[in-house]
């Protein structure tokens, strides 16, 4: 028997101790180091009966280095090659986080029964039957993927060794666990470990593995901050329980941008993808309602269309109240100054509450523009056109600021019919639309005194 040796492990940042202190020299949390068994034996890690897969790499002249062999692997769903990059680099190692019940285990269900390589999903959570049945509600037709329950690598690996998938599927990395390591399931070493090993795999096979990693209650991916780090590509699966939709954005990759977007919708019959959310982001209705205004802003390289709701009221109590969702709230607290100092509305004594509809949380400037129309339309109780939108930036003076882009925010305008958008006089425009009209404004003022 080997002698036991441990190791003290921030819980929070995964920093190494050789003994315990109760602050974290790293990341400064109090409380968070404990002691973790790690009993090394001599490791092997995994290892490949055929020894002619292992490739010595060699030093390469950048111009000799092959690139054609990195062709992607086509995942048979747009959302998730956009999100991606356009598909899975071979090698790769991609760590999907998220909420408990958000839908991980089904998006990458569904992507391994429709992609047409074959896929090895290794669950370590649910029993092959609980997969199957989650199968037949995805309602998939496949014959290449293949579920292995298992929680030890070593076995896991053994299994690999004896299918040879082209894509490894890891459900979740949380629920692994590595002989060469003593420490239970899911504690720093443990995953740490774990995905040492699965990288190493990754890396010398060009088979890319996909993690599921459970996230914290405030929203990190439970296990070390290093794991992030780790990995090539880390993406988020988002989004409000009560809400139908559902988000996939990356947080980080090393393949492609990670400003790109992927929108799903949960349905009884797995996640559907929403290939033009602009339509479903703004409700259909017949008649005009005050307080709604339309702006086009852009997630990543696509132009998303999406309605703000204000609500205007005399305040009830003393300290009027200002709440947004979707929307940062210094901001809106930035707008009604704004609008209180430059166009001479009396909003101080007033409740102003805005909601971005369905549940996305915006960060393009470009919604300033939506969101000021919003609160004047909502305060003069009047119904703005509904074929209006909008798409500008505002300044403290009061100034309707340029945005990047902006022709193809005024084309996706025009393809969803609307028939005016309000962008900045500033801003350069080479395209002559012919159906949309396009309302040029400089100042807050102008854009009250064409809408009230
Ligand atoms: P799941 O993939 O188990 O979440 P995670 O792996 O992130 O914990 O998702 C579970 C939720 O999705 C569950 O509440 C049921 C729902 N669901 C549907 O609405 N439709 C479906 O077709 C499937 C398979 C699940
Ligand atoms: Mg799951």
């Known amino acids: ?146 579920i292995l329950t298992e929680t030890k690598t070593q076995n896991i690996f053994k299994q690999i ?4 998938p082209d894509i490894v599927i890891i459900d979740s990395i949380q629920t692994l666990h590595s002989d060469y390591i003593e420490s239970s399931s899911g504690s720093i070493s443990q995953i740490k470990e774990c995905t040492t090993e699965l990288i190493k795999f990754a890396k010398e096979t060009a088979t890319p593995v996909i993690l599921i990693g459970h996230i914290t209650k405030d929203g990190n991916i439970a296990g070390p901050k290093i794991l992030e780090h780790m990995v090539d590509t880390v993406l988020q699966f988002e989004g409000d329980r009560n809400h139908v939709f559902r988000i996939l954005r990356a947080n ?108 996305i949380n915006v960060d393009d400037p470009a919604i300033d523009l939506a969101v000021v129309a919003s609160i004047l339309s909502s305060n003069e109780d009047m119904a703005l056109p509904k074929d209006y939108c909008f798409a500008a930036e505002v300044g403290l003076s009061g100034e309707i600021r340029p945005v990047q882009r902006v022709e193809q925010r005024i084309l996706e305008a025009e393809k969803l019919g609307f028939s005016t958008i309000f962008v900045s006089k500033y801003n350069k425009i080479s395209l002559k639309p012919t159906v949309i009209k396009i309302q040029l404004v400089s100042k807050i003022e102008d854009l009250v005194s064409i809408l009230v």
């Open 1 to 146: 028997m080997a002698k036991v040796k441990t190791t003290f492990f921030c819980q929070n940042c995964g920093s190494q101790y050789s003994k315990w202190q109760g602050q974290c020299t790293a990341c400064k949390e109090w409380n968070t180091i404990v002691e973790e068994v790690i009993q090394k034996e001599e490791k092997t890690d995994w290892k490949l009966s055929s020894s002619s897969t292992k490739r010595v790499s060699k030093p390469l002249r950048i111009q000799d280095i092959d690139t054609s062999k990195e062709a992607r692997l086509d995942t048979f769903d747009s959302e998730f090659n956009r999100v991606l990059g356009g598909g899975i680099v071979p090698g790769s190692l991609i760590l999907l986080g998220g909420e408990p019940g958000i839908g991980k285990s089904t998006l990458l269900l569904q992507v391994a029964l429709k992609m047409i390589y074959k896929t090895l999903y290794v669950s370590g959570e649910e029993s092959q039957k609980q997969i199957k049945m989650r199968a037949e509600r995805i309602h998939s037709e496949s014959t290449n993927c293949y």
């Open 252 to 359: 980080k990759n090393r393949f492609g941008s990670t400003n790109e977007l992927g929108i799903y919708e949960m349905q009884g019959s797995g996640l559907r993808e929403v290939s033009n959310p602009s339509e479903i982001l703004i409700s259909k209705k017949d008649e005009e309602l005050s307080g709604n205004a339309v702006a086009a802003t852009l997630e990543g390289m696509r132009p998303l269309m999406i309605e703000v709701q204000a609500l205007v009221s005399t305040a009830v109590y003393g300290t009027p109240q200002r709440s947004a969702t979707g929307f940062n709230a210094k901001r809106l607290n930035m707008l009604l100054a704004v609008l209180e100092k430059r166009a001479g509305f009396r909003l101080g004594a007033k409740d102003v509450f805005l909601n971005i509809t369905g549940g």
């Open 161 to 164: 060794e004896a299918l040879e």
